[in-house]
């Protein structure tokens, strides 16, 4: 795990630990051992720490955190390096992260190769750095950068860490054979100044200011969040005491981090976001074994906002787009509208002028898709409706390369009904954006019964090209993302029952939702769900009242219609769940007595008795519900595993990571107390069929032996 080989009189350290040389135990015994052996050694005057492969070590090893650990601890490895007789350089590449860069800060000096960079993410994943990171690095670089680094986990480049004095010397070429050129010119230097141990804070008596400044900003930035947090006491720390005890107030901030619920689950989320990109189909196709298709050219159907935003995806990552809308205006103006937010960009610094040109250039614009037929895939994002896209998916069957993929960005329709009108249902899938498509990071790739290895692999393979999230969902009604959030009916209900609707957004956003499920609602506007309440009535020959209270024998609530009624849109139109300041131009919900009024009398009309309604049972009855539908969706294969759930809440609804979603959340709670409060819920509510328990979960909570244990219960603490 660490070679040793001396060569002119250098003792060289290689890291040897792919795929990123985290510092798990045998790499730090390696080190340890490495350090005092050529210590020892007359014959080596300096020592090299060096990573094979693409990095200098990235951090401590991650996997490593949810197991009993074992010494030598990193802290231990640093202070033999520090206190060696002998010179230590660390030669860093790649990304010199976390314990990689503690270990280059206990080390007398530090050459960065030109495309290096350093950073400390641990903040990402609910911790500090913990082996002295935070009392180092303010040493080097003074409070205010180290403050900024340190709890918004940024990597800095090899240039600019050499600006802030992490690095002492930026090189290009051989890394090794300029850091020992290096190392020859400062052989023989007295190594006490080198020490980071035995410098100050330089700008330690501003400590207080710094942090105050810091706190206030970090409150308001990361709302609910610890660590940021506990990284700036550390920090103060460094500043205000003797570096041993700044060293062991790090030392028990880190293991309060480490012991509490948020790394868990930000821990969890790092290893969940890489699982949910690798998938296995019922047949056996896996992503190790499937090779996806080369996408060289796409076609989007449909240029409304969703059309758009795709076509920006795709035009960013360098795939010419042929964008097809009939109606020329709305063409002309989507195309103009793609202009303005790519100009957005560019403002933002997010692009260069060159590039968006560049991406303009490989867009055009067609009025009929009998200009696709040479398109590697063609995205089709019209209106939500079944015989519409049929009849789109009949004529691209037509037009198109038999090699071309097929997909649909529906959001619930089954693809298996879309593929069925075409000759090639293995070529067709789901490939459902999020909006707006160009920020959101998820998507949730969708196949049928029919749709091949290969298209899969393709399209999760697209996914990551174009910087998002994949997760792979089987087709069903809504999919993982829609037909799991029970949130807005849980919600609605509740309203009906006693609680208002402000009442329910403080407390989701007091749990982490950015935005409580109303205030979504208006801005999204209430006519959306309106319509899809009506196309479903009418499915189903049923005429919508104000009155309706059950649909098909399941329980209804008739509130968004009556708003609905009223005209009350949401943000649009000034009004919805919440009343808005349009003659100012503002955004922010006002509670509207109108609405509350409007609520006490349907439920006078329908004779609900209201009651007062805890924070606890709005939690409980809009997770709760979410998490029993969670379970279905694995029961029937949907998802493959929990992490995939996970990564979909976190991407696409924006639920809290350092709640790791509502699986693992729910794993949190206890998985047997969510049952039973699932089964009181569904004796209480028994005209809820999302009421009805999940078999996996009884079974996960009566025999968890039978149930294979994978990553996602690894990293639970409360077990069942
Ligand atoms: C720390 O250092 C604490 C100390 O301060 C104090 C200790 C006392 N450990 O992301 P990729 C795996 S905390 C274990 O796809 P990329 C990863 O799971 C740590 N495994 O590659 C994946 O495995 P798989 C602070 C790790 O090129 C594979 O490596 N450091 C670790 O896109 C490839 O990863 C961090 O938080 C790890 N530390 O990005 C850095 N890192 O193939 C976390 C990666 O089975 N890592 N793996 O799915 C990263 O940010 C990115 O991995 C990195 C490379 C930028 C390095």
């Given at each position: 795990?660490?070679?040793?080989?001396?060569?002119?009189?250098?003792?060289?350290?290689?890291?040897?630990?792919?795929?990123?040389?985290?510092?798990?135990?045998?790499?730090?015994?390696?080190?340890?051992?490495?350090?005092?052996?050529?210590?020892?050694?007359?014959?080596?005057?300096?020592?090299?720490?060096?990573?094979?492969?693409?990095?200098?070590?990235?951090?401590?090893?991650?996997?490593?955190?949810?197991?009993?650990?074992?010494?030598?601890?990193?802290?231990?490895?640093?202070?033999?390096?520090?206190?060696?007789?002998?010179?230590?350089?660390?030669?860093?590449?790649?990304?010199?992260?976390?314990?990689?860069?503690?270990?280059?800060?206990?080390?007398?000096?530090?050459?960065?190769?030109?495309t290096?960079k350093?950073g400390?993410p641990?903040v990402h994943?609910?911790?500090?750095?913990?082996?002295?990171?935070?009392?180092?690095?303010?040493?080097?670089?003074?409070?205010?950068i180290?403050?900024e680094m340190?709890t918004s986990g940024r990597q800095v480049s090899?240039k600019e860490?050499?600006?802030?004095?992490?690095?002492?010397?930026?090189?290009?070429?051989?890394?090794?054979?300029?850091?020992?050129?290096?190392?020859?010119?400062?052989?023989?230097?007295?190594?006490?100044?080198?020490?980071?141990?035995?410098?100050?804070?330089?700008?330690?008596?501003?400590?207080?200011?710094?942090?105050?400044?810091a706190?206030k900003e970090l409150l308001k930035k990361y709302r609910?969040v610890?660590?940021p947090?506990?990284?700036?006491?550390?920090?103060?720390?460094?500043?205000?005491?003797?570096?041993?005890?700044?060293?062991?107030?790090?030392?028990?901030?880190?293991?309060?981090?480490?012991?509490?619920?948020?790394?868990?689950?930000?821990?969890?989320s790092?290893?969940?976001e890489?699982?949910a990109s690798?998938?296995?189909?019922?047949?056996?196709?896996?992503?190790?074994?499937?090779?996806?298709?080369?996408i060289k050219s796409a076609a989007v159907i449909g240029a409304g906002t969703m059309g758009s935003g795709i076509a920006i995806c795709l035009i960013r990552s360098g795939i010419p787009v042929i964008l097809v809308e009939q109606n020329e205006k709305m063409l002309e103006n989507a195309l103009r509208n793609i202009g303005y937010i790519l100009q957005g960009s560019v403002k933002l610094g997010r692009m260069t002028v060159d590039q968006r040109s560049d991406c303009l250039r490989i867009l055009q614009g067609a009025a009929?898709?009998?200009k696709l037929?040479?398109v590697d895939i063609v995205i089709e994002a019209v209106y939500e409706?079944?015989?519409?896209?049929?009849?789109?998916?009949?004529?691209?069957?037509?037009?198109?390369?038999?090699?071309?993929?097929?997909c649909s960005n529906t959001s619930?329709?089954?693809?298996?009904?879309?593929?069925?009108?075409?000759?090639?249902?293995?070529?067709?899938?789901g490939t459902h954006f999020f909006a707006p498509a160009y920020i959101m990071k998820l998507l949730e790739n969708?196949?049928?019964?029919?749709?091949?290895?290969?298209?899969?692999?393709?399209i999760m393979d697209l996914g990551k090209k174009i910087g998002k999230i994949s997760v792979?969902?089987?087709?069903?009604?809504?999919?993982?993302a829609n037909?799991?959030n029970?949130?807005?009916?849980?919600?609605?209900?509740?309203?009906?029952?006693?609680?208002?609707?402000?009442?329910?957004d403080?407390?989701?956003e007091?749990?982490g939702m950015p935005m409580g499920v109303f205030k979504v609602s208006d801005l999204s506007g209430i006519d959306i769900g309106?319509?899809?309440?009506?196309?479903?009535?009418?499915?189903?020959?049923?005429?919508?009242?104000?009155?309706?209270?059950?649909?098909?024998?399941?329980?209804?609530?008739?509130?968004?219609?009556?708003?609905?009624?009223?005209?009350?849109l949401g943000l649009k139109t000034g009004k919805g769940w919440y009343r808005y300041n349009n003659a100012s131009n503002s955004r922010k919900p006002i509670?509207?007595?109108?609405?509350?009024?409007?609520?006490?009398?349907?439920?006078?009309?329908?004779?609900?008795?209201?009651?007062?309604?805890?924070?606890?049972?709005?939690?409980?009855?809009?997770?709760?519900?979410?998490?029993?539908?969670?379970?279905?969706?694995?029961?029937?294969?949907?998802?493959?595993?929990?992490?995939?759930?996970?990564i979909v809440w976190q991407y696409g609804f924006s639920f809290p990571r350092?709640?790791?979603?509502?699986?693992?959340?729910?794993?949190?709670?206890?998985?047997?107390?969510?049952?039973?409060?699932?089964?009181?819920?569904?004796?209480?509510?028994?005209?809820?069929?999302?009421?009805?328990?999940?078999?996996?979960?009884?079974?996960?909570?009566?025999?968890?032996?039978?149930?294979?244990?994978?990553?996602?219960?690894?990293?639970?603490?409360?077990?069942?």
């Amino acid at each position: 795990m660490v070679d040793y080989r001396v060569e002119d009189q250098f003792a060289i350290l290689e890291i040897n630990n792919p795929p990123v040389n985290a510092l798990s135990l045998h790499v730090r015994e390696g080190l340890l051992n490495g350090v005092l052996r050529a210590s020892a050694d007359n014959n080596v005057k300096a020592i090299i720490l060096i990573g094979k492969g693409k990095t200098f070590p990235s951090g401590a090893d991650i996997k490593e955190f949810s197991r009993p650990g074992k010494a030598p601890w990193l802290p231990e490895v640093g202070h033999t390096i520090e206190s060696s007789n002998k010179p230590v350089f660390s030669a860093l590449h790649g990304t010199a992260l976390g314990g990689g860069l503690e270990i280059a800060l206990f080390s007398h000096y530090r050459i960065a190769e030109k495309t290096a960079k350093v950073g400390f993410p641990e903040v990402h994943l609910g911790l500090l750095p913990g082996a002295e990171g935070t009392i180092r690095l303010p040493r080097l670089t003074g409070l205010v950068i180290a403050m900024e680094m340190i709890t918004s986990g940024r990597q800095v480049s090899a240039k600019e860490a050499l600006k802030f004095g992490i690095v002492d010397k930026v090189v290009e070429g051989n890394l090794l054979k300029e850091t020992k050129a290096f190392a020859k010119s400062v052989l023989g230097q007295p190594l006490e100044p080198r020490k980071l141990s035995l410098c100050g804070v330089k700008d330690a008596d501003q400590v207080d200011k710094y942090y105050e400044a810091a706190l206030k900003e970090l409150l308001k930035k990361y709302r609910g969040v610890i660590a940021p947090v506990s990284c700036l006491k550390s920090i103060r720390g460094s500043a205000q005491l003797p570096y041993k005890e700044a060293a062991e107030l790090e030392r028990t901030l880190f293991s309060e981090l480490m012991s509490g619920a948020q790394s868990a689950a930000l821990r969890y989320s790092f290893f969940a976001e890489r699982a949910a990109s690798r998938w296995n189909l019922p047949n056996g196709a896996s992503s190790a074994n499937s090779k996806p298709l080369t996408i060289k050219s796409a076609a989007v159907i449909g240029a409304g906002t969703m059309g758009s935003g795709i076509a920006i995806c795709l035009i960013r990552s360098g795939i010419p787009v042929i964008l097809v809308e009939q109606n020329e205006k709305m063409l002309e103006n989507a195309l103009r509208n793609i202009g303005y937010i790519l100009q957005g960009s560019v403002k933002l610094g997010r692009m260069t002028v060159d590039q968006r040109s560049d991406c303009l250039r490989i867009l055009q614009g067609a009025a009929s898709i009998e200009k696709l037929k040479d398109v590697d895939i063609v995205i089709e994002a019209v209106y939500e409706n079944l015989k519409l896209k049929q009849e789109i998916f009949e004529k691209l069957d037509k037009i198109c390369k038999p090699t071309a993929l097929l997909c649909s960005n529906t959001s619930t329709l089954d693809i298996d009904l879309i593929a069925s009108v075409t000759s090639k249902p293995d070529r067709v899938a789901g490939t459902h954006f999020f909006a707006p498509a160009y920020i959101m990071k998820l998507l949730e790739n969708i196949y049928g019964s029919k749709t091949s290895p290969i298209t899969v692999a393709t399209i999760m393979d697209l996914g990551k090209k174009i910087g998002k999230i994949s997760v792979l969902s089987k087709t069903c009604d809504g999919f993982i993302a829609n037909r799991m959030n029970k949130i807005g009916t849980e919600a609605a209900f509740l309203v009906e029952e006693g609680a208002l609707p402000h009442d329910i957004d403080q407390v989701l956003e007091d749990f982490g939702m950015p935005m409580g499920v109303f205030k979504v609602s208006d801005l999204s506007g209430i006519d959306i769900g309106w319509s899809i309440r009506q196309e479903m009535a009418k499915k189903q020959g049923i005429t919508l009242t104000l009155e309706t209270h059950y649909v098909s024998g399941e329980r209804y609530s008739s509130l968004a219609d009556r708003l609905y009624n009223l005209g009350r849109l949401g943000l649009k139109t000034g009004k919805g769940w919440y009343r808005y300041n349009n003659a100012s131009n503002s955004r922010k919900p006002i509670i509207d007595p109108d609405v509350t009024d409007m609520i006490l009398n349907h439920c006078e009309k329908l004779r609900i008795k209201r009651r007062q309604i805890s924070p606890q049972e709005i939690i409980e009855r809009c997770l709760y519900a979410t998490v029993n539908e969670g379970f279905k969706i694995l029961e029937e294969g949907v998802a493959e595993k929990p992490e995939d759930i996970d990564i979909v809440w976190q991407y696409g609804f924006s639920f809290p990571r350092y709640r790791g979603g509502p699986m693992f959340y729910a794993s949190q709670v206890g998985l047997k107390k969510v049952y039973e409060r699932i089964c009181y819920y569904h004796e209480s509510f028994p005209y809820s069929k999302h009421w009805l328990p999940s078999d996996l979960l009884k079974k996960l909570v009566s025999h968890p032996n039978e149930v294979p244990i994978n990553l996602w219960m690894n990293y639970t603490n409360s077990k069942l």
